[in-house]
């Protein structure tokens, strides 16, 4: 934060929960509410190392489905029962705008690690290290250009409301048995899929033939 507040940049910048944080968020006592389960707060942070304060916006969330609720429990309280019963983000930024505002933004890439996870893990963006940088930068483009043919295929293709990784498709849509066999003097893919997916497989590329590029191909 020192280094981005030297080059005068704009950060939000996810604040770790250590016992000065929690303690922090245990004493606050005013919250606004922005939604039915979401409350959040202004507040000014200085640790020890540091020269000046820092703004820090404080978000909790009713805790309504242990699984699926987003934030942290503090745990130098899990039997308070006020805490208990909500999950709590925090945020350092050097912003001015307004703190749901601060949060809105920060929200909005939020999903940001779990692409760049993504990409690591099916992708293979952190397995190469080529002699020259451009040979590099070729390679990482080469591996954005197929994630993002992955992502239209899940988009308009799969439609479904939870995107899967590469190594779910991989084994669900893509890798299926299947073999050539001449019927009637021609040749005809014979795919490997039980009558419950051959619905759903055949509805897959009605999606694609529908699909409309949001710009033109010319043939020139």
């Known amino acids: 934060m020192d280094y981005l507040e030297e080059k005068q940049l704009q950060y939000i910048v996810a604040a770790k929960f250590t016992k000065p944080i929690q303690y922090l ?19 000014t942070y200085q640790a020890g190392s540091w020269e000046n304060p820092r703004r820090l916006i404080i978000v909790r969330r009713k805790i309504t489905n242990k699984d ?14 006020i805490h208990k019963n909500y999950k709590y983000s925090a945020y350092f930024t050097n912003q001015i705008t307004g703190s749901v505002y601060v949060w809105r933004c920060y929200r909005a890439r939020g999903d940001a690690e779990n692409r760049i996870k993504e990409l690591k893990q099916d992708f293979g963006m952190d397995s190469f290290v080529l002699k020259d940088f451009f040979a590099s930068q070729a390679a990482l483009l080469f591996v954005m250009f197929a994630y993002n043919l992955v992502s239209i295929f899940r988009i308009v293709v799969l439609q479904e409301k939870t995107q899967k990784t590469l190594s779910t498709l991989r084994y669900r ?35 694609a033939k529908i699909f409309e590029f949001p710009f033109v191909i010319s043939n020139a």
Do not use: M
């Open 173 to 207: 849509t893509f890798a299926i048995g299947a073999y050539i066999e001449k019927i009637n003097g021609k040749l005809t893919l014979k795919i490997a899929l039980n009558k419950k997916r051959r619905s759903w497989f055949d509805g897959l590329w009605n999606y």
């Open 68 to 81: 699926k609720t987003i934030g942290k429990t503090l745990s130098l309280f899990p039997e308070d029962e």
């Open 25 to 43: 968020i245990d004493g606050t006592q005013v919250w606004i509410k922005i939604d039915a389960d979401i409350e959040i707060c202004n507040q």
